[in-house]
């Protein structure tokens, strides 16, 4: 495996197309044996949001630049009330190692998503898992 580098952002959180919550992304790019562009790295969103869809399949980041990426959990249980997950990433990658780079942290958007699932939007999560 070849490593590219770091992307971080924010965006919206899908399960299954429907928007859940906003998040924070800090992942690493790698290039496999075959070519194939994988990542892996931390999300961050409300800790009742995670609770709600962990484990759930048809997860995706839309982040604010456009890419489409698919997540999936690294892990087996829950993390802690942080509201941060390791995750696994594929779909709309950087391919040029020229977008892949720089310092990377989770931007601070938790505050904006608590207040998301406040108005109601991210309630209904658990039902759709």
């Given amino acids: 495996m070849r490593y590219l580098g770091r992307i971080a952002g924010e965006g919206a959180l899908l399960h299954n197309g429907d928007e859940v919550a906003r ?40 982040s604010d630049d456009g890419r489409l990426l698919d997540l999936k959990f690294s892990g087996k249980e829950v993390p802690s009330a942080t509201g941060v997950a390791q995750v696994e990433v594929s779909g709309d990658l950087a391919n040029a190692p020229a977008e892949w780079g720089g310092p990377a942290t989770l931007a601070p958007t938790l505050a904006a998503s608590e207040a998301y699932v406040q108005r109601g939007r991210g309630a209904d999560v658990a039902d759709n898992v």
């Fill in 23 to 62: 998040a924070s992304y800090d992942l690493e790019g790698y290039i496999g044996r075959r070519g194939a562009l994988v990542g892996s790295g931390e999300i961050e969103i409300p800790p009742t949001v995670l609770e709600s869809i962990f484990g759930a399949r048809g997860l995706q980041l839309r």
